[in-house]
């Protein structure tokens, strides 16, 4: 069987109480499938550190309703359970207005955690933070259960329990409204994974979480009430038929697509990789902080976000590695550059202590760190053709950086707007040589046509350039 984990709101510990249960479940031996709600790149990070199996994102708005479906069933068939982690608190979505097209079928909450359990017709867990509370829980756990009959609660795991008699209090406001308590976690300062300006700090910057892990899987054994969580999980949800979305090859050999991931560069989407693989190409990781030229035989460049603002001065120092990218897109090869390699391509980072480093220097912008975030959903329409959208195209995406470009390109690649705020479309974008670049995270799950047109590209520059 399958659960959510989901949180009351955000900062209750949700991530800890679910990387502590996949840490748990992994040294028992089970074959553990998780998934994310929403568009974030991080905790999927520990989650396929824990598991070893990719994390896939869930989320109606990037991609659509079924293929959210279709995506949980498909990637669940292998597995002994599967575990959903919520995004912000339980019922926190989005209210679409009817402009913003069909995605809405009426949902209020759309792309909320009660949004993915009742699609995905799953229990959820809902963790509490107990820490300011003692029997005014059983109001929070008993409104949560009873606000929307369709989300079916399982239980709660009560986190943050500063003693005996505080879980007394708790035990005895909350077993008369027979809520299960499926866990219970006491305040462990000392158990802690660092964060920065974006969230948690990805795994590869964490030389500790192996030991952290451990502490989690010792703290689990006794944290959870195994006896409850078990038989819920060991109940196998009937295997669903899905059918093949493998694309008709032609191209031979195939074509391979560069991937720039190390500690700079790691926010991708394991469907867009997935993806890619599909429709053709082959994918060769490459490292722009270490390695000094493109790996061999490259016919198309991938730069996804992640935090070349902390790693800028290796970066800049990289002289044969900004050489070999320049020159690469300046043959035309076609290169995607989601907000972090964005930045990469621009001519300047002036990184967080306010040091200028120079880039690639393809886009004729500077990226400069700022205090203030920008975070949202986007629709977008393409101005001019890219190397992976015809001109005219929709797409829907979603921004989240705090860096800022010093100007704007006279050719802008997209006309943007905000989802849910009344604001005025605005442009944003590069489109030169053969280069898409853009703020703008894209998860090509329900849009294959955008994969595919890539590796045509790709597979074209190959041909031109024998």
Same mark, same amino acid.
């Given at each position: ?5 989901? =949180?009351?709101?955000? =900062? $209750? ?32 990070? %520990? ?122 209090? /708790? ?57 409850? %969580? ?54 060769? %990781? ?19 976000? =992640? ?12 002289? @044969? ?38 880039? $690639?220097?393809? /886009? @004729? ?26 001109? =005219? ?60 047109? %890539? ?12």
């Amino acid at each position: 069987m399958s659960i959510v984990i989901a =949180g009351e709101r955000s =900062g $209750v510990g949700k991530t800890t109480v679910t990387i502590a249960l996949l840490a748990s479940l992994r040294h028992r031996a089970m074959a553990v499938q998780s998934f994310k709600v929403g568009p974030d790149y991080i905790d999927p990070m %520990f989650h396929q550190y824990i598991t070893d199996r990719p994390c896939y994102n869930l989320d109606p708005i990037l991609t659509c309703e079924q293929y959210v479906r279709d995506s949980f069933h498909r990637h669940s068939q292998s597995a002994d359970c599967a575990i959903v982690e919520g995004v912000m608190g339980l019922f926190d979505g989005v209210e679409l207005n009817s402009e913003f097209g069909v995605r809405n079928s009426g949902v209020a909450d759309f792309a909320s955690t009660a949004h993915i359990s009742r699609l995905l017709k799953l229990p959820v867990v809902l963790v509490l933070d107990c820490s300011r509370l003692s029997g005014s829980i059983a109001a929070i756990a008993c409104g949560y259960r009873d606000l929307d009959r369709d989300v079916k609660l399982a239980g709660v795991v009560l986190n943050r329990v500063g003693s005996d008699r505080h879980l007394e209090l /708790l035990q005895n406001a909350i077993e008369p409204h027979s809520i299960p308590i499926l866990g219970v976690f006491r305040r462990h300062d000392e158990i802690q994974i660092r964060d920065r300006h974006l969230g948690l700090v990805p795994t590869d910057e964490l030389p500790e979480l192996d030991g952290i892990l451990d502490r989690l899987v010792e703290l689990g054994k006794t944290s959870f009430s195994w006896e409850k %969580f078990l038989p819920m999980l060991s109940v196998q949800a009937s295997k669903l038929p899905i059918a093949d979305r493998q694309l008709p090859i032609t191209h031979y050999p195939l074509p391979k697509i560069a991937i720039a991931r190390d500690r700079a560069f790691n926010f991708y989407y394991q469907d867009n990789l997935d993806w890619l693989e599909r429709c053709g190409a082959e994918l060769v %990781f490459w490292s722009p902080l270490s390695d000094a030229n493109l790996p061999p035989d490259t016919c198309g460049l991938y730069f996804g976000g =992640g935090f070349p603002e902390v790693f800028a001065s290796e970066l800049a120092d990289n002289f @044969p590695m900004l050489d070999a990218v320049r020159n690469a897109i300046v043959s035309e090869m076609p290169t995607y550059a989601e907000c972090g390699g964005l930045m990469y391509l621009s001519q300047t980072i002036v990184d967080l202590e306010n040091k200028a480093r120079s880039m $690639v220097g393809i /886009l @004729p912008t500077v990226a400069t760190m700022g205090a203030k975030l920008t975070l949202g959903y986007r629709r977008a329409v393409a101005l001019r053709q890219s190397p992976m959208l015809p001109q =005219g195209s929709t797409v829907w995406g979603h921004e989240f950086h705090r860096s800022h470009l010093d100007s704007t390109s006279d050719r802008p690649l997209f006309q943007l707007e905000k989802l849910g705020k009344l604001s005025a479309p605005f442009t944003e974008g590069w489109t030169v040589h053969r280069v898409h670049a853009s703020y703008l995270h894209l998860h090509w799950g329900a849009s294959p046509q955008l994969p595919q047109q %890539f590796v045509s590209e790709c597979d074209r520059f190959r041909h031109q350039n024998g």
